[in-house]
C-alpha cells in the first residue's frame, strides 16, 4: 500500500511538473513577444507605420487569448491541487513528526516540488500579464505619437477595449499579488486548523 502511495504520488507530481514547465515555457515566450513588439514599436512610431504596430499586436493578443482559453482551467487545478497538497505535506510534518528519515526526505521533497510548481506557474504568468499591459499602453499612447492617424487609432482603441490577460478559470488574473495571497491563505489556514487541533487536546 505505502509503494501504491508513492507510486500515485510520483505520478502525479510528474504530470502536475510538466504541466507547470509548459505552462512556464508558453508565459515566457509571450512575454518575450510582447518585450520585442514594444522596442520594435519605437522604431515603427518613428517610421509612422502604425498598421503593422497593430497587426503585430494583434497576433500576439490572440495568441495570448488562445493561451488562456485553453490552458487558464488546467493551471487553475495545477495551481489547487499544489495548495492542497503543500497544505497536508506540511500539516503531516509539523503534526505528526516521524523518526524515519526517508518519510521526512519524502515531505520535504513534497514541500519543494509543490512550491517550485506554484512559482512555476504564478511567476512568469504575472510577468506575462504585465508585460501584456505596458504593450496595451504603447497602443494608447499611439494616437499622441502619430497626430495625423488619431481618429483611426482612437476607433480602434475603443474597439480593442477588452483586457486580455492570462487567468486561473477566467476567475483570478494572475499577478504577483496573487502569489503572496496564495502562501497568505495557507498559512491562515495551517494557523486555524492548528488552532483547533491543539483546543481539542
Given at each position: 500500500?505505502?509503494?501504491?502511495?508513492?507510486?500515485?504520488?510520483?505520478?502525479?507530481?510528474?504530470?502536475?511538473?510538466?504541466?507547470?514547465?509548459?505552462?512556464?515555457?508558453?508565459?515566457?515566450?509571450?512575454?518575450?513577444?510582447?518585450?520585442?513588439?514594444?522596442?520594435?514599436?519605437?522604431?515603427?512610431?518613428?517610421?509612422?507605420?502604425?498598421?503593422?504596430?497593430?497587426?503585430?499586436?494583434?497576433?500576439?493578443?490572440?495568441a495570448m487569448a488562445l493561451a488562456n482559453k485553453f490552458l487558464s482551467y488546467?493551471?487553475?487545478?495545477?495551481?489547487?491541487?499544489?495548495?492542497?497538497?503543500?497544505?497536508?505535506?506540511?500539516?503531516?510534518?509539523?503534526?505528526?513528526?516521524?523518526?524515519?528519515?526517508?518519510?521526512?526526505?519524502?515531505?520535504?521533497?513534497?514541500?519543494?516540488?509543490?512550491?517550485?510548481?506554484?512559482?512555476?506557474?504564478?511567476?512568469?504568468?504575472?510577468?506575462?500579464n504585465r508585460a501584456s499591459n505596458v504593450a496595451r499602453n504603447t497602443i494608447?499612447?499611439?494616437?499622441?505619437?502619430?497626430?495625423?492617424?488619431?481618429?483611426?487609432?482612437?476607433?480602434?482603441?475603443?474597439?480593442?477595449?477588452?483586457?486580455?490577460?492570462?487567468?486561473?478559470?477566467?476567475?483570478?488574473?494572475?499577478?504577483?499579488?496573487?502569489?503572496?495571497?496564495?502562501?497568505?491563505?495557507?498559512?491562515t489556514y495551517g494557523f486555524f486548523i492548528g488552532s483547533i487541533k491543539i483546543?481539542?487536546?
Amino acid at each position: 500500500m505505502d509503494v501504491f502511495c508513492v507510486a500515485s504520488a510520483t505520478v502525479l507530481c510528474g504530470i502536475g511538473g510538466s504541466f507547470a514547465g509548459y505552462y512556464c515555457y508558453v508565459c515566457i515566450c509571450i512575454k518575450i513577444c510582447f518585450a520585442k513588439f514594444v522596442l520594435k514599436s519605437k522604431t515603427l512610431i518613428s517610421q509612422c507605420d502604425y498598421k503593422k504596430i497593430l497587426g503585430i499586436h494583434d497576433e500576439i493578443s490572440q495568441a495570448m487569448a488562445l493561451a488562456n482559453k485553453f490552458l487558464s482551467y488546467p493551471a487553475f487545478v495545477t495551481v489547487l491541487c499544489n495548495m492542497f497538497g503543500l497544505f497536508f505535506i506540511i500539516y503531516n510534518f509539523v503534526f505528526y513528526p516521524s523518526d524515519d528519515i526517508e518519510a521526512c526526505l519524502l515531505l520535504i521533497y513534497g514541500i519543494i516540488q509543490n512550491v517550485t510548481a506554484l512559482l512555476l506557474m504564478l511567476i512568469p504568468a504575472a510577468g506575462c500579464n504585465r508585460a501584456s499591459n505596458v504593450a496595451r499602453n504603447t497602443i494608447k499612447s499611439l494616437p499622441g505619437f502619430l497626430p495625423q492617424y488619431r481618429k483611426i487609432l482612437k476607433m480602434y482603441i475603443q474597439r480593442h477595449s477588452e483586457i486580455i490577460s492570462l487567468t486561473l478559470w477566467n476567475i483570478y488574473v494572475i499577478d504577483e499579488s496573487l502569489v503572496i495571497s496564495a502562501f497568505g491563505t495557507l498559512l491562515t489556514y495551517g494557523f486555524f486548523i492548528g488552532s483547533i487541533k491543539i483546543a481539542k487536546e
